[in-house]
């Protein structure tokens, strides 16, 4: 199983620990990370203290994004700043039908004056989960249960493939090239 | 023409002078609203104070622009106070290829919302009612489409033409409606892909 995970670099500093617990607990569940770029982030920040979001190249990273979710099974948003972004892939997940869970630390002074609070509420769609935390431990454990619940819904099957001499030549033409792998073919 | 307009419901105060002027100039392009929430959020701030949405039925608001965004034929967002709301209704706009014009008062270059290219998304900065006016008036006349049927000239070459002769005469459909009906697999086939 592959996710994406996203969150806000408005208050980076305040929210990483939280962002590698979801990160640790996808490691721990055996679920592959789509794309780190928790660390990248974290070491951006430190070499350039004070840097500006406009230095960023912003079309590439939603472009990034963009793509990744189309090949995820499911997406994490580390909600707590509701930000435009979030909304945009959010209904980009939904729209591709992949389960969203959306997590908020709701003791956040912020969260309490934040009106996308209740918007967010108002998404009533079966694959969106909207889910507040306070603890590290909280977020361990609604992580896990969100694995859970999607592993009992993906099932890997392994099956024999009896293939003909031609079907069998079209097969392994792109394999010798090492363009695709067996499975992915 | 049918028209959604998305904002932002708690800067109403400070919003709804450029609200309305979205409103006039839909009204004065011959176009309609899907869903006037405008009026139905300065009704509400009467009663209430303008940050007290607690008592909004948001479930029924969400699932009513999500409607109004199915019916509509281009979309308008005043994105000043821009947020998760704007986001998501951008996104499921572009995603059901209707147009979508971004208007906002605050200067976003630089700024991740400017990063989301679309060739159906045009994002626009503006200052004033008048400036607001012309950006709109410029967007819903670029988009307007003819509701009557349109035509126009439609070359082809041996092999269709052949082609199209012989199902006309095994389905007693006329050459255009077979057209019709290709190009309408084809939309459908591209909507669920």
């Given amino acids: ?185 | 023409m049918i028209v959604q307009i998305i904002g932002n419901a708690r800067h109403l105060t400070e919003d709804l002078p450029f609200l309305h002027a979205i409103l006039e100039v839909v009204h004065d392009n011959g176009a309609v609203v899907a869903r006037d929430w405008i009026s139905a959020a300065q009704n509400h701030a009467i009663n209430h104070s303008e940050q007290d949405d607690t008592n909004v039925e948001w479930d029924d608001a969400h699932k009513e622009n999500t409607e109004a965004i199915s019916r509509a034929d281009i979309i308008i967002i005043e994105a000043t106070n821009y947020g998760f709301p704007e986001g998501f209704y951008t996104s499921q706009a572009l995603q059901q290829k209707k147009p979508v014009l971004l208007v906002t008062r605050e200067d976003i270059r630089g700024r991740l919302i400017y990063g989301i290219k679309h060739k159906l998304l045009l994002t626009q900065h503006y200052d004033t009612q008048e400036n607001l006016k012309k950006v709109l008036a410029k967007f819903i006349k670029a988009n307007t489409i003819a509701t009557k049927d349109l035509r126009f000239n439609f070359f082809i070459d041996r092999q269709i033409y052949s082609y199209l002769r012989e199902v006309s005469y095994e389905t007693g459909k006329n050459k255009s409606e077979i057209i019709r009906e290709l190009l309408e697999q084809e939309i459908d086939k591209q909507e669920k892909s």
């Avoid at chain 1, 896990?144 to 033409?173: M, N, R, V, W």
């Fill in chain 1, 1 to 185: 199983m592959k996710m994406h995970v996203i969150g806000s670099l408005r208050e980076f500093d305040d929210d990483i620990d939280f962002i590698r617990t979801i990160l640790k607990t996808l490691r721990d569940n055996r679920v592959l990370l789509a794309h780190n770029w928790v660390d990248a982030a974290a070491d951006r920040r430190k070499r350039q203290a004070g840097h500006q979001e406009t230095s960023f190249d912003w079309q590439e990273l939603v472009d990034t994004n963009i793509s990744i979710l189309k090949e995820v099974d499911a997406l994490i948003v580390e909600g707590s700043r509701f930000n435009y972004s979030q909304g945009f892939q959010t209904a980009i997940a939904l729209q591709n039908k992949k389960p969203v869970l959306n997590l908020y630390r709701e003791d956040l002074p912020e969260y309490k004056e934040w009106p996308d609070k209740l918007f967010v509420s108002g998404i009533s769609h079966p694959l969106f989960t909207s889910k507040p935390y306070k603890t590290q431990e909280d977020l361990e454990k609604i992580v896990g249960e969100f694995i859970d619940g999607l592993s009992a819904k993906t099932h890997e099957l392994d099956i024999k493939l009896a293939l003909d001499a031609p079907a069998y030549e079209k097969l392994d033409q792109p394999l010798r090239a090492r363009v695709k792998a067996e499975r992915a073919l």
